[in-house]
């Protein structure tokens, strides 16, 4: 995995790079989402906008995408990154919702198997080095008084009783008993996170706190609450590391997604992420991604500290290349004075994952006014300065991104122009409400017609305004960071004599020939925006046409059927739980989302002696379509006439029969088009309202903010206001009438400017919407 740097030949001013390349981690990768990411059309529904968006990702040669994290945080505010319950990807009722901020669980496996139909993988976002919001949505039950008052992290107040909903514990109540009975998979205890009896706290990066609970995994981190009548099971060694290691092997196995995007490295061990890859790739049965297998870890830190990390994990992941980075930034920003000369040497050398990349939503934290439009920064939110996507050179920043060794990453907001009025109202599908900026679109059809990834990486030329990287007899691409100067230089090439070349960029508009001794005339245009392109040009073998037709990707997925998974709650989506023991009653694995095609559904239970009977039914379980009995492993094939959600169910055969655990897999492909609001479920089985049904206003607000609704329900509904990370700010308690419509003043004034959240629960709904604070 090592790569031998060669320095082969000194042509004029440059020195020739050449580096093997790696054509299967070549991926062009979208990432999915902003910081803040929301459509008014799709709230807490960023699944079905992704599905809505795939087919125009398919056509612009997008080859994965990823997703920000999917578990259950505190709130449907939260953007993912303070996770409470690994095991809750929208089936359970807690927190006051089911749904996360991306949707319910069958909306984010429909998601997955869209993307899959489209030939797009899918990257999941992985959050380990800490869980927060400890507590029922209350936060009662969450403090464990024995941690505060002996192992105080000065930070979290002892909020370390994690104990989470499942279908024989739903949360019937919001009480402390209630919530520290719930008997879901991976309870936490204050000995699972720093500091603890064994190790301290807050002198290293990987056992500080910053943004909740921070686990130890250290092998001695384990033990019970001192709770006394509470859900308390004993704990072994090494319970953390084989909790994380278990679940993410159950995640990949439920969702099928392709691979993983690992939050804050630097804050938990290495030898916990080489664990879980190793598992991902070779010891999740139908689920292993083999060494292939996407896998990143945002480490910031210096082009050795990286090598070092990924060294460290056995390359089983790369790293975001920071690094190299900071010579892009440097080259947007520094007005035609910086030395393009520079960046071949900023690379990693640990490349065999490496991601290249402009910006990404640590990097990119704007302000947004009540027009949508960028008001200014949050700098200090920022892991790395932004690059503004309006800045001239952006062009010219992603070709030399592409240019490079590694999995490029494209960010939402520089491949989608958002800004403006119809930043949080626009339909995905709509080209005009949802544009692309052109040059970016121009540089992945390049990168991806041309195949870059399949040639070496030779760096051709490099002097102060001029670069020139050649994908070795696949691509020449040239960088120009001087505003108002063509740059040209004469290169050999590994493109055989006589060769037709064409500008794909367009920058040219004549073919140049290789000449006889190798060797072509490049000409790169300037930033100034007199040419069509902005300082940069790709050129390749002439004759390259065409859109992308990537093949279809079969969906595989697996529930499993026990106790301490799913949830029995009315208002949760009724999936999981074990087969009863002396009852025929049906139990819900989970739901699909086929295409007219073959369904095929494997059941494996845990008791190979007594038949049990699997159903593929309706989208509302309440008409069996195809049906098999038997013992041992079932395999049920069905071929629906239509595109819709089918219901995967089983039940005992005989009520002679014993409980017992099962597992149940679904292979099937999903359409790759689809109008998701065609397909909304039994509103008996949605806890979380539309946001349009409470209305704001002013919005932006000053120092009051009037809510309007139409109450449904008898007795207090609690407003909460929620800021972007998920933050609880204020909340209050307001006595309504049913069926009348209700008004609020809520003050404001104590807020500081930004982008808020309201959460407006009535029982067990909760309805949400977003204002800003001026």
């Known amino acids: 995995?090592?790569?031998?740097?060669?320095?082969?030949?000194?042509?004029?001013?440059?020195?020739?790079?050449?580096?093997?390349?790696?054509?299967?981690?070549?991926?062009?990768?979208?990432?999915?989402?902003?910081?803040?990411?929301?459509?008014?059309?799709?709230?807490?529904?960023?699944?079905?906008?992704?599905?809505?968006?795939a087919p125009r990702l398919k056509a612009m040669g997008i080859d994965a995408v990823w997703i920000p994290p999917t578990p259950k945080n505190a709130s449907t505010s939260s953007v993912g990154y303070s996770p409470f319950d690994h095991y809750d990807l929208?089936?359970?009722?807690?927190?006051?919702?089911?749904?996360?901020?991306?949707?319910?669980?069958?909306?984010?496996?429909?998601?997955?198997?869209?993307?899959?139909?489209?030939?797009?993988?899918?990257?999941?976002?992985?959050?380990?080095?800490?869980?927060?919001?400890?507590?029922?949505?209350?936060?009662?039950?969450?403090?464990?008084?024995?941690a505060l008052n002996n192992y105080d992290d000065n930070s979290t107040s002892g909020y370390k009783n994690f104990r989470y909903v499942s279908y024989a514990s739903p949360a019937s109540a919001t009480t402390a008993s209630n919530y520290l009975n719930r008997s879901g998979r991976w309870s936490k205890n204050w000995p699972n996170f720093y500091p603890n009896q064994f190790n301290a706290c807050c002198n290293n990066a990987i056992n500080s706190v910053y943004w909740g609970p921070d686990i130890s995994y250290e092998s001695n981190a384990y033990g019970q609450s001192s709770c006394t009548s509470c859900y308390n099971p004993s704990q072994s060694s090494n319970y953390m590391r084989d909790g994380a290691r278990d679940w993410i092997i159950w995640y990949k196995k439920q969702t099928g997604v392709d691979g993983f995007r690992f939050d804050a490295v630097k804050h938990f061990p290495t030898a916990v992420v080489e664990d879980l890859l190793y598992n991902c790739q070779y010891n999740a049965g139908f689920a292993s991604g083999g060494w292939q297998m996407y896998s990143i870890g945002?480490?910031?830190?210096?082009?050795?500290?990286?090598?070092?990390?990924v060294n460290a994990v056995q390359d089983r992941a790369g790293t975001f290349d920071f690094s190299v980075r900071g010579g892009i930034y440097s080259m947007v920003y520094g007005m035609g004075n910086y030395n393009l000369a520079n960046i071949p040497g900023l690379q990693q050398s640990e490349r065999e994952r490496t991601v290249p990349f402009v910006n990404?939503?640590?990097?990119?934290?704007?302000?947004?006014?009540?027009?949508?439009?960028?008001?200014?920064?949050?700098?200090?939110?920022?892991?790395?300065?932004?690059?503004?996507?309006?800045?001239?050179?952006?062009?010219?920043?992603?070709?030399?991104?592409?240019?490079?060794?590694?999995?490029?990453?494209?960010f939402f907001e520089d491949l989608f122009d958002i800004e403006g009025s119809d930043r949080y109202t626009h339909d995905p599908t709509n080209t005009t409400e949802l544009p692309t900026r052109d040059a970016v679109q121009n540089v992945i059809w390049c990168?991806?017609?041309?195949?870059?990834?399949?040639?070496?990486?030779?760096?051709?030329?490099?002097?102060?305004?001029?670069?020139?990287?050649?994908?070795?007899?696949?691509?020449?691409?040239?960088?120009?960071?001087?505003?108002?100067?063509?740059?040209?230089?004469?290169?050999?090439?590994?493109?055989?004599?006589?060769?037709?070349?064409?500008?794909?960029?367009?920058?040219?508009?004549?073919?140049?020939?290789v000449n006889s001794s190798g060797w072509v005339q490049i000409w790169t245009p300037p930033c100034n925006g007199s040419n069509t392109r902005r300082g940069y040009t790709i050129w390749g073998p002439s004759g390259v046409s065409g859109g992308f037709s990537p093949s279809a990707i079969t969906t595989t997925q697996e529930w499993q059927m026990f106790d301490d998974l799913g949830d029995s709650h009315a208002s949760s989506l009724g999936q999981g739980g074990a087969i009863p023991s002396g009852s025929t009653a049906m139990r819900t694995a989970g739901r699909i989302f086929s295409k007219a095609s073959q369904i095929t559904v494997n059941l494996y239970p845990s008791d190979n002696s007594q038949s049990l009977t699997l159903n593929i039914a309706s989208a509302d379980g309440s008409t069996v379509l195809?049906?098999?009995?038997?013992?041992?492993?079932?395999?049920?094939?069905?071929?629906?006439s239509a595109m819709n959600y089918y219901t995967l169910q089983v039940r005992n055969t005989s009520s002679g029969n014993t409980g017992q655990h099962a597992w149940v897999k679904a292979t099937y492909t999903a359409p790759e088009v689809v109008n998701t609001a065609s397909y909304k479920k039994d509103p008996v089985s949605?806890?979380?309202?539309?946001?349009?049904?409470?209305?704001?206003?002013?919005?932006?607000?000053?120092?009051?903010?009037?809510?309007?609704?139409?109450?449904?329900?008898v007795g207090a509904a609690l407003v909460q206001v929620y800021s972007v990370e998920g933050r609880l700010?204020?909340?209050?308690?307001?006595?309504q009438q049913t069926g009348m419509a209700q008004s609020l003043q809520l003050p404001t004034d104590a807020l500081k400017p930004g982008v808020y959240f309201i959460n407006l629960t009535e029982g067990d709904k909760t309805s949400r919407a977003r204002f800003i604070k001026q």
């Open 729 to 735: 700010m204020q909340e209050q308690f307001y006595q």
């Open 1 to 53: 995995m090592k790569r031998t740097l060669l320095v082969l030949v000194v042509l004029c001013s440059s020195t020739l790079i050449s580096i093997a390349q790696n054509p299967w981690n070549g991926k062009v990768v979208l990432q999915g989402f902003w910081w803040d990411y929301w459509n008014n059309n799709y709230p807490n529904e960023w699944a079905d906008y992704l599905s809505e968006l």
């Open 90 to 146: 929208g089936d359970k009722y807690q927190k006051g919702s089911t749904t996360t901020r991306v949707g319910d669980k069958d909306q984010l496996l429909r998601m997955v198997a869209i993307l899959h139909a489209n030939g797009i993988e899918v990257i999941s976002d992985i959050v380990l080095n800490h869980v927060d919001n400890a507590g029922s949505t209350t936060g009662a039950g969450g403090q464990d008084l024995y």
């Open 686 to 713: 949605v806890s979380t309202l539309a946001a349009s049904e409470l209305a704001l206003y002013p919005n932006p607000a000053n120092n009051v903010l009037h809510l309007q609704w139409q109450s449904g329900h």
């Open 298 to 309: 945002e480490y910031v830190g210096s082009a050795t500290e990286m090598d070092n990390w």
């Open 360 to 410: 990404n939503h640590d990097t990119y934290r704007p302000i947004i006014d009540a027009n949508g439009n960028y008001s200014g920064w949050n700098t200090g939110d920022e892991l790395a300065p932004h690059i503004d996507p309006n800045e001239p050179r952006l062009g010219a920043a992603y070709a030399l991104a592409f240019a490079l060794d590694g999995s490029p990453m494209v």
């Open 626 to 640: 195809a049906s098999t009995s038997g013992t041992g492993t079932l395999t049920l094939t069905y071929t629906p």
């Open 447 to 513: 990168h991806q017609k041309l195949d870059f990834k399949a040639g070496a990486y030779k760096v051709r030329h490099s002097s102060a305004d001029h670069l020139l990287i050649e994908r070795s007899g696949k691509a020449i691409i040239g960088i120009n960071d001087h505003w108002t100067n063509w740059q040209s230089q004469w290169i050999q090439t590994d493109f055989p004599a006589g060769t037709q070349l064409h500008d794909y960029s367009g920058a040219n508009s004549s073919d140049i020939y």
